[in-house]
């Protein structure tokens, strides 16, 4: 291509052919791709919003490893002591993310002895489409088991057992948390779009600064008068250039 941008002619023999522009080139090939799907972002999980006015609906997880049921109830009648009437108990079976789906519980509390790893990824994995508070009560203590439960997903991890007088807080305190790390990955996940929106937008320029010939300010102009003719972000604009120059 001509670094000026002129058209160029190549003869072979007595015939001659003349080389588009490159402008006539992308303008035809951005009217062929006006049909493409724009390019949007993954959408964020459905996260739940905090409960207004009414009892948090609680879904209480069984482990099925555990030796002794009976800390499931002890739970239970906490959780009504405190004032909670919306509870279902349900086992960690493969059923679980169909409960989930069913019932859209506002909190998970995993009721488990031993926090046993495996029980805890799976309500973990269970979720991670509709990120909830999951609260683990337990009577393990080790801490690197607190780690790797934090690690996969806990919001909450609760030693000292259930007193029907601090449940509520404890619950409280749970959802608070949740909300703020909710709060913080939609801001570090808005961060990384812009941040790989500008290489988009930056690498588009480039090429429309080399084929052209034009400073940096006259491709974004460019870039920018293309999105507003064609009603697309600046990013997607960028995208097309790059689809057809790149």
């Not at 030796?67 to 960690?92: C, H, K, M, W, Y």
């Not at 429309?208 to 400073?215: D, F, K, N, P, V």
Request: charged letters at 25%.
């Amino acid at each position: 291509m001509n670094p000026g941008g002129r058209a160029t002619t190549l003869h072979h023999g007595s015939a001659a052919w003349t080389a588009p522009h490159p402008a006539r080139i992308l303008h035809g090939a951005l009217q062929q791709n006006e049909a493409m799907t724009r390019r949007h972002p993954p959408p964020s999980p459905s996260t739940p919003a905090p409960p207004a006015g009414r009892t948090l609906r609680i879904l209480l997880v069984r482990d099925p490893l555990d030796a002794n049921p009976l800390n499931v109830e002890t739970i239970r009648n906490g959780l009504v002591s405190a004032g909670f009437s919306e509870i279902q108990i349900v086992d960690a079976d493969l059923h679980l993310p169909d409960v989930i789906t069913a019932t859209q519980p506002d909190m998970l509390i995993i009721a488990s002895e031993s926090a046993a790893r495996d029980t805890i990824e799976h309500v973990c994995v269970s979720t991670q489409h509709a990120p909830r508070p999951i609260v683990l009560f337990t009577d393990n203590d080790d801490s690197q088991r607190i780690k790797a439960a934090l690690t996969a997903g806990i919001t909450a991890y609760i030693v000292d057992g259930l007193r029907a007088e601090r449940v509520k807080t404890v619950l409280d305190v749970a959802y608070a948390r949740f909300e703020l790390d909710q709060q913080l990955r939609a801001e570090l996940d808005a961060t990384r779009l812009k941040l790989a929106e500008r290489k988009v937008v930056e690498r588009a320029k480039g090429l429309l600064m080399q084929a052209r010939g034009i400073s940096e300010d006259e491709a974004y102009k460019r870039l920018r008068s293309m999105a507003m003719e064609r009603g697309l972000k600046l990013v997607d604009a960028a995208q097309r250039v790059i689809d057809v120059m790149g």
